[in-house]
């Protein structure tokens, strides 16, 4: 895999760093980082140079996030977007008006090398959601001598559906830990989410779980506008994203499942979504099933290792041994319809219904089987338009 | 069907067949059966149009049916609007519902995305949801362009912005 260059190459504002140092000197851009590791935060903060991570969507939450991690030292930064820079997005952080008119991925590679030149970088500009964007984005992602994931973790910064059920397809397909980020569309409320093939609900098992804003929907104006946004929402979005990105990758904390942002009450709902055993995507099922055979394995070990010791519930043992975390009570087993149906945390809600149609609908509307071949219709169809 | 259309396309929509295989561009055998099921469902719809004189739009697809293209039309005032509009099937559909583009019209209205992409209402992708996945390209123009062109064309027009093409 070649890593592309930054279109408009500068000279590095410093030399690369060989080893992270924590002298408390004036000249070492990772003093107050490395302090994380003194002050027994972290146990090994210079791992953070070896991990990778693939920040999709450069808008007002991923460039922030990108920048983040180019000040922590990340390793190795992955970039997609396929816009330019305009000066409508002047009211986020991050771009500056010289940037406009260039490719939102070349401008923040220029930019974060100058902020940070420890850091590889490589700007795909792309857009996953097509055919062909698909395949590149997986194949960006993919280490071509073993075909597994070359990455730690990917962050979804998009802003819509399709970017991210195309994120959520080629995570299945790599068995790869992605992080979901979102802000609504009236600019006053946002989200984070954790997904884990197999372990949690993929952006398939239920609907995408949002804040609820508290604004009647009816009540918000949308005549000539298409979205809000504010710099401060999507800042702190940025920040609640990269602070779990950290804690992921450099394991200390709590990694929080799902955590909302409701900032008109300043409400912060967490929760955890359990992946849904008819989820409809078949890699889901596929890696629930394998997730379980190796939760179990991972318990008959700790049992045969530890068998004074009373062993807690098979399920919540893995979650506590790798995240340390509380498990919330399990939802509501069942159909689909029924668990989305489910009471969620206060202040929490689907952004999409189920899918649903009563069969006897279906069996009456549907399309009549018929035996024309394709290119006959696809010549009817040209016929109707002359 | 919930608000956010009037009663003459909830009338309209309810007409176009419903399509029963779940299949995107990546599953190479079924997209072909999916695509079959498209067409009629498509053929069936201009037809309706036809029959009742509001014929408003035509369709082509490439071979492989993943990339389509069609003018669509709306009359204001007894003249005749035309543009051109274009978009792909997404690499996950039917459960990404395809971006209709007008890119003639970029910049000519907010409620487009750059390259001409064209706002879809609030109502749009979670009823395209709600019936994934037997809505399909005739439901996503019937449901999202024909609502789009309504009520943004006579909005362009007052503002000077697009000039008929009859
Ligand atoms: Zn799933
Ligand atoms: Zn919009």
């Known amino acids: ?386 | 069907m919930s608000a956010g259309w009037d009663s003459e396309t909830k009338e309209t929509v309810k007409k176009i067949p419903l399509l029963t295989i779940r299949a995107g561009p990546r599953d190479k055998e079924e997209w072909g059966k999916r695509l079959k099921e498209e067409l009629q469902a498509l053929i069936k719809y201009i037809q309706l149009n036809k029959a009742t004189d509001s014929d408003w739009f035509t369709i082509t697809s490439g071979k492989d049916g993943t990339t389509w293209e069609g003018k669509c039309w709306y009359i204001h005032n007894l003249h005749k609007y035309e543009f051109s509009f274009e978009f792909d099937i997404p690499a996950t559909y039917p459960a990404a519902s395809p971006e209709i583009k007008i890119p003639e019209l970029d910049g000519k209205t907010a409620k487009m995305y750059r390259g001409g992409a064209i706002c879809l209402t609030v109502h749009f992708k979670p009823l395209w949801a709600k019936n994934c996945p037997h809505f399909g390209i005739a439901h996503a123009l019937c449901l999202g362009l024909a609502p789009w062109l309504a009520a943004e064309i006579p909005f362009m027009i007052d503002e000077g912005a697009i000039k008929t093409s009859s």
């Open chain 1, 1 to 386: 895999m070649s890593v592309q260059q930054p279109s408009s190459q500068q000279a590095p504002s410093r030399p690369r760093t060989e080893k992270l140092s924590d002298a408390v000197v004036d000249t070492n851009p990772y003093s107050r980082l490395m302090a994380l590791q003194r002050m027994g935060i972290v146990k090994n903060y210079e791992h953070i140079r070896s991990c990778t991570v693939a920040v999709v969507g450069m808008g007002g939450v991923g460039s922030v996030a990108a920048e983040m991690l180019t000040r922590c030292g990340i390793g190795r930064l992955l970039m997609y977007d396929y816009d330019k820079v305009e000066l409508a997005n002047m009211n986020r952080l991050f771009f500056r008006p010289e940037h406009c008119g260039m490719t939102k991925t070349d401008a923040a590679a220029v930019t974060l090398a100058q902020i940070n030149p420890d850091v590889a970088l490589e700007p795909f500009t792309m857009n996953i959601t097509t055919l062909k964007g698909f395949d590149a984005f997986k194949a960006s992602l993919t280490h071509t001598d073993t075909g597994k994931s070359r990455v730690d973790l990917v962050l979804a910064c998009v802003d819509n559906y399709e970017a991210r059920i195309t994120i959520n397809q080629v995570c299945l397909e790599l068995g790869q830990i992605w992080m979901e980020s979102g802000v609504s569309e009236d600019a006053v409320s946002g989200h984070i989410q954790v997904i884990i093939p197999g372990d949690t609900a993929c952006f398939e098992c239920v609907p995408p779980l949002v804040v609820a804003s508290g604004i009647d929907e009816r009540t918000l104006k949308r005549e000539g506008v298409c979205a809000a946004s504010l710099p401060t929402t999507m800042g702190i979005v940025a920040g609640l994203l990269v602070q779990n990105v950290l804690k992921h990758l450099l394991g200390f904390g709590q990694v929080t499942r799902y955590l909302g942002y409701a900032s008109l009450q300043d409400y912060f709902p967490t929760m955890a979504i359990r992946p849904n055993p008819e989820c409809i995507n078949p890699l889901c099922r596929q890696s629930q099933a394998a997730f379980k055979v190796k939760a179990e394995q991972e318990a008959a070990l700790q049992a045969a290792s530890a068998p004074e010791e009373a062993a807690p519930a098979k399920a919540d043992l893995h979650e506590a041994n790798e995240w340390g975390i509380e498990v919330v009570a399990d939802e509501p087993s069942g159909p689909a319809a029924s668990r989305a149906a489910a009471a969620l945390p206060q202040g929490l809600e689907y952004s999409m219904p189920v899918a649903s149609m009563d069969a006897s609908n279906l069996n009456r509307d549907a399309v009549e089987s018929n035996d024309d071949k394709l290119e006959d219709l696809m010549a009817q169809l040209n016929a109707m338009s002359k």
